[in-house]
């Protein structure tokens, strides 16, 4: 247990930023599956849409401390595998 003033502060703040980390991460990985239903229901347009809201969701979120920017660069790089690939199954 905290007890110095200082100590205490900070657990006060670990916590709230715990929460908003959670809720960000949370953010992204319901887009996320929204995007991967769209590829697998075949929708080109439906997941091109779907994309773009995951990049922009994964740029915001890894210009915080809570993702680091070579994971979102790495998570968008396999989202976009994937989508290249119902690409040239359509095409």
Known sequence: MAHSLSAKKRVRQDEKRRQINRARKSMV???IKRFEDAVRSGDLAK??????LVQIKLDKVSSTSTM???TAARIKSRLSRKLNEI???TA
């Open 68 to 70: 680091h920017k070579h």
């Open 29 to 31: 990985k319901t887009q």
């Open 87 to 89: 690409k040239t199954k």
């Open 47 to 52: 997941a091109e849409q779907e994309y773009k």
